[in-house]
T-cell receptor, first 111, second 114 residues
Framework: DAKTTQPPSMDCAEGRAANLPCNHS???????VYWYRQIHSQGPQYIIH???NNETNEMASLIITEDRKSSTLILPHATLRDTAVYYC????????????FGKGTKLTVNP | DTGVSQDPRHKITKRGQNVTFRCDPI?????LYWYRQTLGQGPEFLTY????????KSRLLSDRFSAERPKGSFSTLEIQRTEQGDSAMYLC????????????FGPGTRLTVL
């Protein structure tokens, strides 16, 4: 079973920031938080991951709370092409290689 | 880097037939994964290879399913005696041991069993 909880859907206006929350209250000390997204009819795409520090790359920012029980993925300027299902996954590096996906959050970016 | 490729992209078959899917990972990626995704659900892990060795298998991988990666490069997933419940998107992913856990997914093969 997935170790994360996400809202089933969210809406965002084009050009605005999209903030996608994820709860992972049972996360272990050696587990990382990964975010992937899946645009309709495509394979999932890696976005970002982190352990406890906030991370930023060209796609998004990841904010992890100090207690690591939740995190937020931020798309700073959402575009219509960001409409997708976003998955938050916790996984230990060096452990099982599999990714355990939940149902994710369907983000719809509106014009 | 041409990405992970999968063939075919779509397969329609009749119940009871055997089907085989192929996955070509990103070159030099020594790790390869198979997932299955049904409508409205996230992908579910099926199996994982490191080079040619199959190191992890899900209980979802019944005895009708077999996966191989004979030379540590491309992989095949075969389903024997297909059932309607096998209808799904079959996704392949690859990674390198230095990828930090990032997996790169292919476009998937959509299987429809009539």
């Amino acid at each position: 079973d997935a170790k994360t909880t996400q809202p089933p859907s969210m809406d965002c206006a084009e050009g605005r920031a999209a903030n996608l929350p994820c709860n992972h209250s049972t996360i272990s000390g050696n587990e990382y938080v990964y975010w992937y997204r899946q645009i309709h009819s495509q394979g999932p795409q890696y976005i970002i991951h982190g352990l406890k520090n906030n991370e930023t790359n060209e796609m998004a920012s990841l904010i992890i709370t100090e207690d690591r029980k939740s995190s937020t993925l931020i798309l700073p300027h959402a575009t219509l092409r960001d409409t997708a299902v976003y998955y938050c996954i916790v996984r230990a590096q060096g452990g099982s290689e599999k990714l355990v996906f939940g149902k994710g959050t369907k983000l719809t970016v509106n014009p | 880097d041409t990405g992970v490729s999968q063939d075919p992209r779509h397969k329609i078959t009749k119940r009871g037939q055997n089907v085989t899917f192929r996955c070509d990972p990103i070159s030099e990626h020594n790790r390869l994964y198979w997932y299955r995704q049904t409508l409205g659900q996230g992908p579910e892990f099926l199996t994982y290879f490191q080079n040619e060795a199959q190191l992890e298998k899900s209980r979802l991988l019944s005895d009708r399913f077999s996966a191989e990666r004979p030379k540590g490069s491309f992989s095949t997933l075969e389903i024997q005696r297909t059932e309607q419940g096998d209808s799904a998107m079959y996704l392949c992913a690859s990674s390198h041991r230095s990828s930090g856990g990032k997996q790169y997914f292919g476009p998937g093969t959509r299987l429809t069993v009539l």
